[in-house]
T-cell receptor, first 113, second 112 residues
Framework: AQSVTQPDIHITVSEGASLELRCNYS??????LFWYVQSPGQGLQLLLK??????LVQGIKGFEAEFKRSQSSFNLRKPSVHWSDAAEYFC???????????FGAGTRLAVHP | NAGVTQTPKFQVLKTGQSMTLQCAQD?????MSWYRQDPGMGLRLIHY???????DQGEVPNGYNVSRSTTEDFPLRLLSAAPSQTSVYFC???????????FGPGTRLLVL
C-alpha cells in the first residue's frame, strides 16, 4: 500500500537560512508526488507536484523539490526562508486515483527572525 | 470567484446529535472531496465525488454520509456524532479527477 513518511514533526530555522523538509514514500510504480502548505487557520495550497521527467521540480513561493527514486524521497527545499514561510507542510501521494491522496503527518516550520 | 467555501467555521455538538457540514464551489469543478485532519495524522480522505450524482468512499468513510445533487455543492452529514469525529474537516475541489485540488478553509468540529 502507498504511504508517506515525514520524519520531522517540527523544524525551526532562522530567517534567511536554507530549508530542507524530508519526505519518503512507498509506492509501487513511478509515483505522482505533491507538496502542500497550510498556513495557520487556512486550507491547503499546492506548492508543487511531480509526475515524470525532470527530477527537480520548481514550485510557487521559491520552493523546489527533488525526486530521488533510489532513496524513495521527494524532499522540499528553499534556499532562503522568509518569516511568511512559517506554516505546516504536507507531502502526499495518490492511492487508487490521482486525487485520492495519502498525506504525511506534516512538518511544522517555525521561522526565527 | 469565491473558490471553495465551507460553513460553519466552527461547531460544537453533543454526542448523538446530527449535523451537515456545507461545502460549495463556484468554479464548475467536477471533482469534490472531504478530508479530516487530526493531529499527527495528516489529512485522510472521507468521501469523494467525480460528478453530480456520483459519490464513493475514501479511506475513513464510517459515520459520514454524502450526496452530490448539484455540481456546486457537496455536503457532509454526520448522522450521530461521536467524540472520535472531533476534527478539522476540509473540502476540496478539482476541475477533473486528474487536476489540481483546491482546498476550502476548513470546519473545526468539537463533539462532546
Amino acid at each position: 500500500a502507498q504511504s508517506v513518511t515525514q520524519p520531522d514533526i517540527h523544524i525551526t530555522v532562522s530567517e534567511g537560512a536554507s530549508l530542507e523538509l524530508r519526505c519518503n514514500y512507498s509506492y509501487g510504480a513511478t509515483p505522482y508526488l505533491f507538496w502542500y502548505v497550510q498556513s495557520p487557520g487556512q486550507g491547503l495550497q499546492l506548492l508543487l507536484k511531480y509526475f515524470s521527467g525532470d527530477t527537480l521540480v520548481q514550485g510557487i513561493k521559491g520552493f523546489e523539490a527533488e525526486f530521488k527514486r533510489s532513496q524513495s524521497s521527494f524532499n522540499l527545499r528553499k534556499p532562503s526562508v522568509h518569516w511568511s514561510d512559517a506554516a505546516e507542510y504536507f507531502c502526499a501521494v495518490p492511492s487508487g486515483g490521482y486525487n485520492k491522496l495519502i498525506f504525511g503527518a506534516g512538518t511544522r516550520l517555525a521561522v526565527h527572525p | 470567484n469565491a473558490g471553495v467555501t465551507q460553513t460553519p467555521k466552527f461547531q460544537v455538538l453533543k454526542t448523538g446529535q446530527s449535523m451537515t457540514l456545507q461545502c460549495a464551489q463556484d468554479m464548475n469543478h467536477e471533482y469534490m472531496s472531504w478530508y479530516r485532519q487530526d493531529p499527527g495524522m495528516g489529512l485522510r480522505l472521507i468521501h469523494y465525488s467525480v460528478g453530480a450524482g456520483i459519490t464513493d468512499q475514501g479511506e475513513v468513510p464510517n459515520g459520514y454520509n454524502v450526496s452530490r445533487s448539484t455540481t456546486e455543492d457537496f455536503p457532509l452529514r454526520l448522522l450521530s456524532a461521536a467524540p472520535s469525529q472531533t476534527s478539522v474537516y476540509f473540502c476540496a475541489s478539482a476541475l477533473a479527477v486528474e487536476e489540481t485540488q483546491y482546498f476550502g478553509p476548513g470546519t473545526r468540529l468539537l463533539v462532546l
